[in-house]
């Protein structure tokens, strides 16, 4: 019977470098806990921001000093190989995906979480490496167009930074939800943009990617690289702009632009949604994919031992979908 698992930790907020691993006692499942051997984990911008206790106000969650919880990672696929003796949704064996939340510790070869979390059933359509980024990407992008910016058919969108994780995600979303799409890159990325279907790629270095006029109904700036104000000329009457990046600037216009009618900014934490509103926005995603209209993006896989490796790579920003470690 395993004793331990191996994790990686974080003792304070720092670059890549600050990661270390380590080894800890298994737990033990609580009556309505279950243990989860993790065979993958993703490796995200969000998850570097966290690291480094980016934004700063944003230490007030994740702690002041040093990371709170102390373990890296956030979300994760693998198999149930333990369960309370309350718990019924799952059974050992059951293959599984999900996030850890602000608990963190999902880069490490097991974890112990409530049953009622947000955690699902996964389907053989996924491999390990897909379904471990679907929290990411895919929930954050599917979260910020159809319950924030409630994208509708025949709507012109335009998503800033087109080729990350969320971009690649919205891409197939905002196309499912019957919008026009228009996405911006670099040259390198362009043809992946087009075989995800965009309808227009921009490559940002040659051409304005916030023209005054273009009427855009919805811009999803994913990364974060424009401002409510700079968009708001590209922008139509009653447009939105939103944003899962959020700055003082950002809440700012947030606070000012509800202040009238016309052109709004917008940001919700997807994240912090209860597990319920997680699992129904999976089901969704998970349609999409039977439908094959829908599909993760996977860029690179690193073995567990090269995290930091894995958190170096994201940082370059050249990253294409998703990154995770096996």
Known sequence: MQTTFSAWNINKYG???????????????????????????AVSRADGMMRSGTPRFARLFLGWSRPRAGLAGTCFSGEVVAVGCNVTAFKVGDAVFGEAGLRFGANATHICLDADSSIVRKPDT??????????????????FLTRVAKVKPGEKVLILGGSGSLGTAAIQFALALGADVTATSSARNGELLESLGAHRVVDYAIEDVLPEGADYDVIFDTLGVATFSAAKKALAQNGRYVCPVLGLALLRDILLSRLGKGKRAFFAAAGMEPPESHREQLAEILHLVEENRFAPVMDRSYPFEDLIEAHLYVETGRKRGNVVVV
């Not at 670059?15 to 279950?34: F, H, K, N, Q, S």
């Not at 996924?126 to 979260?143: I, K, P, Q, R």
């Open 15 to 41: 670059g890549p470098e600050v990661l270390a691993p380590v080894t800890r006692d298994m737990p033990t499942p609580g009556d309505a806990e279950i243990l989860i051997r993790i065979r993958a984990s």
């Open 126 to 143: 996924l491999s390990f490496e897909e379904a471990a980024v679907m929290f990411d990407g895919a929930m954050t992008s599917w979260h």
